[in-house]
């Protein structure tokens, strides 16, 4: 593996994070996105992320300002990409976006460079004919706070070269993470693969009047010894997120994800309770009743 300049494609929450972390790890960094305003927005986000790098890690002042100083930002995808060894795609979750995104990449990125997608839905073999070198292309897919919770699901397609696979999984040990190599696609990869059922069930027990959410996730958590039940951790996904999964089920006609949706819908997302990012959702922030020391009882 002998990445040197990397790209971040889509500077939106995790993007910004990809592009901070990888040059935090020390390596050249170009974010691309599609006008001067969403770069602007990319500044401030990764400014953020300074403060948390140094809260969460230690970090002194001079590690995350000469981070923020090996990242260079562009509206023009040529220049983004000139000395390109490795692209890693963070634009939005629309089939058409991503397939016009990677024709124009194609045309304008160096021989060498490398494609990844970081797409959480989508695999790699519906985009790998547009990229032009489906060889060199293939997923590496981040959590939310990256710096933190460092997991770094690589899923190859069948047409991607296993050397590439390799220096992927090399690339992303390198800038901090745990490489955690799929040996074929896998929609949702691992952790969704096992989360997403898993929020499913509890929010039917929720819709169908089994038990609350807290009485849900106190059962959890104490059966399991995790810090979180179901209901927290989507108010950390954020309710958005789970209604579209609800509501893209009901409408390929999955019958109880309709009420699920329509709950959602109007209970939380309405009344503005979207989550942690709101400061409400399940629950209240900054001092939900799952930290207090009494829940477990």
Do not use: C
Not at 46 to 60: N, S, W
Not at 135 to 153: D, G, Q, R, S
Not at 219 to 237: C, E, N, R, Y
Not at 261 to 286: H, M, Q, R, V
């Amino acid at each position: 593996m002998n990445y040197q300049h990397i790209t971040v494609a889509g500077s939106g929450v995790l993007g910004s994070q990809i592009a901070f972390q990888t040059a935090f790890k020390g390596f050249v960094v170009s974010i691309y996105d599609i006008n001067d305003d969403a770069i602007e927005r990319a500044k401030e986000r990764i400014t953020k992320l300074k403060k948390r790098y140094q809260e969460d890690l230690g970090a002194t002042d001079d590690a995350v300002n000469d981070a923020f100083n090996r990242i260079s930002f562009h509206s023009d995808l040529a220049k983004a990409v000139a000395n390109a060894d490795l692209v890693i795609e963070a634009v939005p979750e629309v089939v058409n976006i991503k397939t016009n995104f990677y024709k124009h990449l194609a045309e304008v990125a160096p021989d060498k460079t490398i494609f990844v997608t970081n797409s959480s839905t989508m695999l790699p073999s519906q985009f790998a004919e547009a990229t032009g070198r489906p060889e060199k292309f293939l997923a590496l897919h981040f959590a939310n706070e990256i710096w933190k919770n460092n997991t770094a699901e690589i899923m190859k397609h069948p047409g991607t070269d296993m050397d590439v696979f390799q220096d992927v999984i090399e690339f992303a040990k390198a800038i901090g993470m745990v490489a955690l190599p799929l040996q074929k696609e896998q929609p949702g990869y691992i952790l969704n693969s096992l989360l997403v059922p898993f929020l499913e069930a509890a929010q039917m027990l929720l819709i169908n009047e089994v038990a609350d959410p807290e009485t849900i996730d106190k059962t959890w958590m104490i059966a399991t010894g995790s810090p979180k039940g179901p209901f927290a951790i989507l108010d950390v996904v954020g309710i958005t997120t789970a209604y579209n999964i609800a509501n893209g089920k009901a409408q390929a006609g999955k019958k109880e994800f309709e009420k699920l949706a329509a709950y959602l819908k109007t209970e939380y997302i309405d009344k503005g309770k979207l989550g942690t990012a709101s400061g409400e959702g399940f629950y209240t922030y900054p001092n939900p009743s799952y930290m207090k020391p009494d829940f477990l009882q």
